[in-house]
């Protein structure tokens, strides 16, 4: 079982084999300060090496998702110097987040905005409350996205559509944000969460390592050559043939049974 501990900022939840972590400062609409980035980088961790979670939900209390990063902290930022290690800690989660064995769902049940956005897109898809809203509205404080924004958003949705969100500071809503390729699924408010979980006990009901490997392949390949793609997804087919999970799943389809995954 997920520890469970107390955070400060975090609420953790785990039915069977899904995580749900909830940011939990509604008062500040869930806005990461520094306290709230090193919770989350904790409890991640900490699903990561959990063989009983398979998958994790990511979502926020009250009416935002993440309203961004915490202007505080931000205003007290004494120089260019403290100024990028602040991005860079900030970076440190997001790019945790994408190199996750486990799959994470964002579960965006309202504003998603500035550093929310960004956490948002480290997932590895998004589900959107029809309440939720979009944005990247950094220029409106003088500075430019630092938690990964200026680089996941223009490979989500396109260069065009990625300078124009992140130049204008504009809100969108979830339709729009499902229309551009933002998020994956749009949903009623009310089944937003039981709709991350039913998604995310599908995933957990498949074999660990391939759905590991898959993710893998899709994150490294991304960012490559088609042939150089071709060949990481070649070498962890091969890695998976070598395992006990394939000798079940197709002895189950052969054998017209639900099939028994070990995660070996």
Request: charged share 25%.
């Amino acid at each position: 079982m997920l520890i469970q501990q107390e955070y400060q900022n975090l609420l953790i939840e785990q039915d069977g084999p899904v995580a749900l972590i909830t940011i939990n400062r509604p008062d500040k609409m869930n806005a990461l300060n520094e306290q709230t980035l090193k919770e989350l980088a904790e409890v991640l961790d900490d699903a990561n090496n959990d063989a009983d979670v398979r998958v994790v939900i990511v979502t926020g209390s009250g009416k935002a998702f993440v309203a961004g990063a915490d202007i505080a902290e931000l205003n007290a930022l004494p120089n260019a110097v403290e100024g990028m290690r602040k991005a860079r800690y900030g970076q440190s989660l997001t790019k945790k987040i994408e190199r996750m064995r486990k799959p994470v769902i964002m579960a965006v049940n309202g504003f998603a905005l500035g550093g929310g956005c960004e956490l948002a897109m480290a997932g590895d898809f998004r589900i959107a409350s029809e309440k939720a809203k979009f944005g990247q509205p950094e220029v409106n404080l003088g500075l430019c996205p630092g938690y990964g924004g200026t680089q996941r958003l223009p490979r989500l949705v396109g260069r065009g559509m990625g300078m124009y969100l992140c130049l204008t500071g504009e809100m969108i809503d979830a339709q729009e944000a499902w229309r551009i390729g933002l998020v994956e699924k749009v949903v009623p408010p009310d089944q937003l969460i039981s709709e991350a979980k039913r998604i995310a006990a599908l995933i957990a009901s498949k074999a660990p390592l391939a759905i590991e490997l898959t993710k893998q392949s899709i994150n490294e390949g991304i960012g490559v050559t088609l042939a150089e793609g071709l060949a990481v997804e070649a070498l962890n087919f091969g890695l998976l043939v070598d395992t006990e999970d394939i000798k079940e799943g197709t002895s189950a389809f052969l054998e017209k049974r639900q099939p028994a995954f070990r995660g070996r």
